[in-house]
T-cell receptor
Framework: GQNIDQPTEMTATEGAIVQINCTYQ??????LFWYQQHAGEAPTFLSY??LDGLEEKGRFSSFLSRSKGYSYLLLKELQMKDSASYLC??????????WGAGTKLIIKP | EAEVAQSPRYKITEKSQAVAFWCDPI?????LYWYRQILGQGPELLVQ????????DSQLPKDRFSAERLKGVDSTLKIQPAELGDSAMYLC??????????????FGPGTRLTVL
């Protein structure tokens, strides 16, 4: 079956760095997305990786290892507004998104 | 900046009643998705349209749910009759490309449904 695993909840301190991991098992693979979702709101797009390596976008970076079925989202210089759920989703061979349950990130002052 | 529009934002209904949700995708986007999201879980795809055609409705409970995108632009999702277990956030998303595509999906604000 197809599966996405990510931690349920993480806590970090304002100003610090946090890494949210995601492992995936899909039938075929056409890339991996990260979305941010604030409580009660819709997901918003953060990043898309299809090739191995790290992609940096401001305070956020996303890494992919296709051979390991692994990705992470790195958030630097954490701000209180980064408190949200972070959803990992892999695109399978049918170009359907397989979603993880999300990681709730709690930022403490 | 173009956005996906959804209405209503909140809906409270009693079980056995009918409810309908509306979605207007980003202009020019060929593909439209309806998702259901239960608190603490990832979105679950209910139906995917490419233009006016259904591409995937394998997870749509067809005995009570229906969806249409008659002119290939806006879309309506209906539930009749609503059940207590239908309480969830209903999300609409759209993406530019048609067919097999890696295009990013952009989400609307969602409709929070509560069934009493």
């Amino acid at each position: 079956g197809q599966n996405i695993d990510q931690p349920t909840e993480m806590t970090a301190t304002e100003g610090a760095i946090v890494q949210i991991n995601c492992t995936y098992q899909t039938s075929g693979f056409n890339g991996l997305f990260w979305y941010q979702q604030h409580a009660g709101e819709a997901p918003t797009f953060l990043s898309y990786n299809v090739l191995d390596g790290l992609e940096e976008k401001g305070r956020f970076s996303s890494f992919l290892s296709r051979s390991k079925g692994y990705s992470y989202l790195l958030l630097k210089e954490l701000q209180m507004k980064d408190s949200a759920s972070y959803l990992c989703a892999a695109l399978d061979s049918n170009y359907q998104l397989i979603w993880g349950a999300g990681t709730k990130l709690i930022i403490k002052p | 900046e173009a956005e996906v529009a959804q209405s209503p934002r909140y809906k409270i209904t009693e079980k056995s009643q009918a409810v309908a949700f509306w979605c207007d995708p980003i202009s020019g986007h060929a593909t439209l998705y309806w998702y259901r999201q239960i608190l603490g879980q990832g979105p679950e795809l209910l139906v995917q349209f490419q233009d006016e055609s259904v591409v995937d409705d394998s997870q749509l409970p067809k005995d009570r749910f229906s969806a249409e995108r008659l002119k290939g632009v806006d879309s309506t999702l209906k539930i009749q009759p609503a059940e207590l277990g239908d309480s969830a956030m209903y999300l609409c998303a759209s993406s530019l490309g048609a067919g097999a595509s890696t295009d990013t999906q952009y989400f609307g604000p969602g409709t929070r449904l509560t069934v009493l």
